[in-house]
């Protein structure tokens, strides 16, 4: 069973701060990671994929991969309390090729 | 509207009793799933299906069954044999399956006592 971890956290970042939410992986030649965030109660909701390695913007969302070290961030830049949930990061798992590993979330709280 | 659309939102059983949980998407979707989420943990594969009339088990299939007959349906039973069927149903798909990213409907949250 490949793996995929997360620092559950809860991660505490003040409002406006850079939050910076960490995700390993076990599978050497994973191709494609992708972040989803849940809030309580809610089902997960896509907001980032990422392919190749570097850094991917959207908005106020940056993912970063690097494969050689088999880890993937995602960072929320000027953090709002809307942010607050869990994130989780995603990663194929290739061998089966027909399914992702979830890692078990961040908890993300955005203090006002 | 495009979507993925679980029903009911929230479904109360009693012990023993069998329960199916429905799932239908209007993406054009191939591939379909169904995650388990208790409390505090992660999503947990029970099935996921590639193509119609397919599917295979996931990591927890113990105590549920599924079927595949429509692209855009793919329901879960809950059977009487799951040990602790109480938690946060979630129905998922994908274009084309594991490389893709998935989309998640709203969930199903099941008590059973």
């Known amino acids: 069973q490949k793996e995929v971890e997360q620092n559950s956290g809860p991660l505490s970042v003040p409002e406006g701060a850079i939050a910076s939410l960490n995700c390993t992986y076990s599978d050497r030649v994973s191709q494609s990671f992708f972040w989803y965030r849940q809030y309580s109660g809610k089902s997960p909701e896509l907001i980032m994929s990422i392919y190749s390695n570097g850094d991917k913007e959207d908005g106020r969302f940056t993912a970063q991969l690097n494969k050689a070290s088999q880890y993937v961030s995602l960072l929320i830049r000027d953090s709002q309390p809307s942010d607050s949930a869990t994130y989780l990061c995603a990663v194929p798992d290739m061998e089966y090729g027909n399914k992702l590993v979830f890692g078990a979330g961040t908890i993300l709280r955005v203090k006002s | 509207d495009g979507g993925i659309t679980q029903s009911p939102k929230y479904l109360f059983r009693k012990e023993g009793q069998n329960v199916t949980l429905s799932c239908e998407q209007n993406l054009n979707h191939d591939a379909m799933y169904w995650y388990r989420q208790d409390p505090g943990q992660g999503l947990r594969l029970i099935y996921y299906?590639?193509?119609?009339?397919?599917?295979q088990k996931g990591d927890i299939a113990e105590g549920y069954s599924v079927s595949r007959e429509k692209k855009e349906s793919f329901p879960l039973t809950v059977t009487s044999a799951q040990k602790n069927p109480t938690a946060f149903y979630l129905c998922?798909?994908?274009?084309?399956?594991?490389?893709?990213?998935?989309?998640f409907g709203p969930g199903t949250r099941l008590t059973v006592t």
């Open positions: 998922a798909s994908s274009l084309a399956g594991g490389l893709d990213e998935q989309y």
């Open positions: 299906s590639q193509i119609v009339n397919d599917f």
